[in-house]
């Protein structure tokens, strides 16, 4: 009866909305009394900025009005080892404005190459990137096996297959391929769901929007927030359908969104997707992230076929029975259980979800319970990651804002058009306190941020931060760490699995405590974190135990490894020289 419940509730809510509102409801107000935890200072790692330092001069484009929605939604950010020398480089799109696209101009991409030295070089012309499309985001993948990793970029139009050709430049495949989906996408990840050795690809699609009919802006119908006029959207305007693409063996993909059951037939706004293993049964399942409707849990069901069970799951809506905005979405077992929990970013005046899993595909929202959902009231929440800040062996949240519509500076009260991160720690106990004023000005500019990803950008064992603004630069948030904390980060390579390895499970024992990770694709806000498994590990001076659960179903078993160190493994054999797990780069 509850289930039967929300799900009336929903279609109401949806049924009553006007055409000239905009997309997003008032969330109901947080418990009476509820107060956000502060961290103590002593366990906050300082992000500090490093951008123009590094060398970064991308800047995105941008319109200042915003009138139409897709010029609200690009900023996806994607860290990927491009030439395979074991140093993350940065890869930012970029998208014009309606204005321009109608005058058929572009906005150039950026590859940054990482310099080992803290710098970064441009080096987007000899890759041959810098203009895939209107490029909102992507995912890194390695769909032919040969080691070298190959991007995906998702477009407002026909999406976009790079293939890396190990000599720094890349390759436009995506005819030949066949994952072209035409439509507005937004979220990527490669994933092997059968587990043949082969990654798949899975895409959301937002709205249906087109160029040459365009939606009002001032006129009739007018779209209103707090008694402005803004861009119209998602509501009022079409969903666009989803696709999944199964991997051939031969270059070429097959769709077959409608036979697996993910095509999103009901036309839901898809922003965020992942693949994620949520029952340990070694098949990997998607959650996707929809906007201003219920989000889609779908379960694996070994046959090439999946079951939706969102609403099912306690992952569809609030524990209220609203869907919310949601956009971002990070995964993370941050409480130990050898399940990996849901967080989702929502918009302002939605507490940002935490979904914790309980196992058999049941999840509860925590929110509050767990202190995340106070702290991130006030702003558009947008990229997000679980990540160890401090390296406690805990993982922490962070997640970047920045609202869509311009026009809330003219407002007296809110958080604003611009606005700050937000940084939460671990204090182990399934609760989270809120350490974004601690963790040094970096995270507290005020800023119009998109996309995140993290990753160890100068191998020193502290995780980093990147952000992509949507009007302007970037950020690159370096970690300082904590002293006397100590690491250990893994490069999986697959044999029989998929080379990348995704989706394989990582399991550390290590001074009494368990910890378990994957390797993923995607995920955040059209984003691509590193794919290295990093762990944090405190004060402990040794790693008992390591398992590695291979998608293949292959086990891997090491022991006694000492730690801050980064360590190459492959299927089947263990820890190599990390040649072994790398290809040769080819000859220009």
Not at 50 to 68: D, L, Q
Not at 167 to 183: I, L, M, P, Q, S
Not at 324 to 348: E, K
Not at 532 to 549: M, N, P, Q, T, Y
Request: hydrophobic share 35%; proline share 5%.
């Amino acid at each position: 009866m509850l289930k039967s419940f929300v799900c009336l509730s929903i279609l109401g809510t949806l049924a009553a909305l006007a055409p000239g509102q905009s997309g997003h409801d008032v969330a109901p107000p947080p418990p009476p009394g509820l107060k956000a935890a502060v961290c103590q200072a002593r366990r906050v790692p300082q992000l500090e900025d490093v951008t123009e330092k590094a060398g970064i001069h991308f800047r995105h484009s941008y319109s200042p009005e915003k009138r139409y929605i897709p010029e609200s939604m690009s900023g996806g950010v994607l860290l990927l080892d491009y030439d395979r020398d074991g140093w993350l480089d940065i890869y930012f799109t970029n998208a014009p404005t309606v204005e321009m696209a109608l005058k058929h101009q572009t906005a150039r991409g950026a590859l940054y190459h990482n310099n080992r030295d803290g710098t970064f070089t441009d080096v987007t012309d000899k890759a041959g990137i810098a203009t895939p499309c209107w490029a909102n985001g992507g995912a890194v993948g390695d769909y032919n096996n040969d080691g070298w990793p190959d991007i995906y970029i998702t477009c407002l139009g026909t999406n976009v297959l790079y293939r890396n050709n190990g000599d720094g430049t890349f390759t436009d495949v995506t005819a030949k391929a066949g994952v072209g989906d035409v439509r507005n996408s937004t979220g990527a990840a490669f994933g092997d769901y059968d587990n043949d050795g082969l990654v798949d690809l899975m895409v959301t699609n937002y709205v249906d929007f087109h160029l040459e009919s365009l939606p009002g802006f001032g006129k009739l119908p007018i779209c209103t927030y707090r008694g402005l006029d803004v861009q119209c959207g998602p509501r009022g305007l079409k969903g666009a359908g989803d696709t999944l693409y199964h991997n051939n063996g031969d270059g070429t993909f097959t769709d077959v969104s409608k036979t697996a059951g993910v095509d999103d037939a009901n036309g839901y706004f898809g922003l965020g997707v992942v693949w994620v293993d949520f029952n340990n049964t070694g098949r990997q399942d998607i959650f996707v992230a929809n906007d201003a409707t219920p989000n889609y849990l779908y379960k694996n069901q070994g046959n090439g076929k999946f079951a939706e069970m969102g609403l099912e799951s306690g992952t569809a809506v609030s524990e209220d029975g609203v869907e919310q905005a949601c956009m971002g979405v990070a995964i993370g077992d941050y409480n130990h259980t050898g399940r990996p929990s849901i967080y989702v970013t929502n918009f302002a005046d939605e507490y940002d979800t935490l979904y914790h899993n309980n196992g058999d595909w049941e999840f509860d929202d925590v929110s509050y319970k767990s202190g995340v959902g106070l702290p991130s009231m006030p702003y558009v929440k947008w990229g997000d990651a679980f990540f160890d800040a401090n390296n406690d062996g805990w993982l922490d949240l962070i997640a970047v804002s920045g609202h869509v519509y311009p026009q809330v500076a003219s407002l007296p009260s809110g958080a604003g058009y611009q606005q700050p991160g937000v940084l939460q720690l671990n204090q182990g106990d399934g609760t989270f306190c809120d350490a974004s004023t601690q963790a040094g000005p970096g995270l507290m500019q005020r800023h119009v941020s998109r996309g995140l990803a993290v990753g160890d950008l100068f191998n020193d064992g502290a995780v980093d931060v990147v952000v992509e603004d949507i009007d302007g630069a970037p950020m690159i948030l370096r970690n300082r760490g904590i002293a006397g904390h100590h690491w250990v980060s893994f490069e999986l390579a697959g044999t029989k699995s998929n080379r990348l390895a995704f989706g394989a499970r990582v399991k550390i024992t290590a001074g009494g405590m368990t910890q378990t990770a994957d390797v993923r694709s995607g995920g955040s806000y059209l984003s691509q974190s590193d794919l290295r498994v990093h762990f944090g590990l405190g004060a402990v001076s040794k790693i008992d135990r390591v398992e590695i659960r291979w998608p293949s179903g292959a086990v891997n078993v090491l022991s006694s490894l000492p730690v801050d160190q980064f360590y190459s493994v492959l299927e089947g054999k263990g820890v190599v020289a990390a040649a072994e797990v790398r290809p040769r780069p080819h000859l220009q």
